[in-house]
C-alpha cells in the first residue's frame, strides 16, 4: 500500500451532470475524510468517516453532496446536478485511530473538478 | 476571525538559503496540534512537520523546522537550504482539542527557490 489513491484525476462534466469520486485510503486507517479546494484557497473539511459511519458533515455540503465509505474501506463523494460552484479540487485523506499518534492525515493527489 | 493566518501570498528565495513562512492561529482550546504541508503543482499536500501545544521543544524534521512561540500564537515554518524542488504552496493548518479530526488550513503561500 503506498498511500491514499483518488480516481479519477481529472474530471470535466456538464453543469447538471452527476459526478462520482473515489477514495481508496491506507488499509490500516479507519478514518477518512473528505475537503475540497478552491483557488487560491486552503482545503476546507466537507466530511469524516470512522470506519463506515459517517460522523460529521459540513454545513459546505449541500444536499446535493453524499459520500459513503461501504464496509469502511474505499469512500465514494458523489455531486448531483453539479453546478459551476462545484468546480474544485476534491481531496480526501485517511489517518490512524485516537491514540495512534498525532501525526497529520495522509492526502491523496485529489480529483480535480471543472464544471461547464 | 481566520483561525489561521497565512499573511506572505508568494516568497522568493535564492537556492541554498534559509526561508521563514509564517503562520499565527487563533484558538482558545489549550490542547492543539499545528501543521505544515507542501502541495507541489501536481495536487497532493504532503506532510512535513507537526507540534503540540504542549511540546516544549521546537519540531524539527531534517531541513524543516517550526519555529513555535506559543504566546504570540506563531507558528512559523524555516526551511533551510532551499532546493529548487522546494518550490510549491505551503499551507499552515491546525486541529483543535485531543479528540477532534478536522484541520482549518490557511490560505497558503507560494515559495518560489530562484537558481
Known amino acids: 500500500d503506498t498511500g491514499v489513491s483518488q480516481d479519477p484525476r481529472h474530471k470535466i462534466t456538464k453543469r447538471g451532470q452527476n459526478v462520482t469520486f473515489r477514495c481508496d485510503p491506507i488499509?490500516?486507517?479507519?478514518?477518512l475524510y473528505w475537503y475540497r479546494q478552491t483557488l487560491g484557497q486552503g482545503p476546507e473539511f466537507l466530511t469524516y468517516?470512522?470506519?463506515?459511519?459517517?460522523?460529521?458533515k459540513s454545513r459546505l455540503l449541500s444536499d446535493r453532496f453524499s459520500a459513503e465509505r461501504p464496509k469502511g474501506s474505499f469512500s465514494t463523494l458523489e455531486i448531483q446536478r453539479t453546478e459551476q460552484g462545484d468546480s474544485a479540487m476534491y481531496l480526501c485523506?485517511?489517518?490512524?485511530?485516537?491514540?495512534?499518534?498525532?501525526?497529520?492525515?495522509?492526502f491523496g493527489s485529489g480529483t480535480r473538478l471543472t464544471v461547464v | 476571525a481566520q483561525k489561521i493566518t497565512q499573511t506572505q501570498p508568494g516568497m522568493f528565495v535564492q537556492e541554498k538559503e534559509a526561508v521563514t513562512l509564517d503562520c499565527t492561529y487563533d484558538t482558545s482550546d489549550p490542547s492543539y496540534g499545528l501543521f505544515w504541508y507542501k502541495q507541489p503543482s501536481s495536487g497532493e499536500m504532503i506532510f512535513l512537520i507537526y507540534q503540540g501545544s504542549y511540546d516544549q521543544q521546537n519540531a524539527t524534521e531534517g531541513r524543516y523546522s517550526l519555529n513555535f512561540q506559543k504566546a504570540r500564537k506563531s507558528a512559523n515554518l524555516v526551511i533551510s537550504a532551499s532546493q529548487l524542488g522546494d518550490s510549491a504552496m505551503y499551507f499552515c493548518?491546525?486541529?483543535?482539542?485531543?479528540?477532534?479530526?478536522?484541520?482549518?488550513f490557511g490560505k497558503g503561500t507560494l515559495l518560489t527557490v530562484n537558481p
Open positions: 468517516f470512522q470506519n463506515e459511519a459517517q460522523l460529521e
Open positions: 493548518a491546525m486541529r483543535e482539542g485531543r479528540s477532534n479530526y478536522k484541520l482549518t
Open positions: 488499509s490500516e486507517h479507519n478514518r
Open positions: 485523506a485517511s489517518s490512524p485511530g485516537a491514540g495512534q499518534g498525532n501525526y497529520g492525515y495522509t
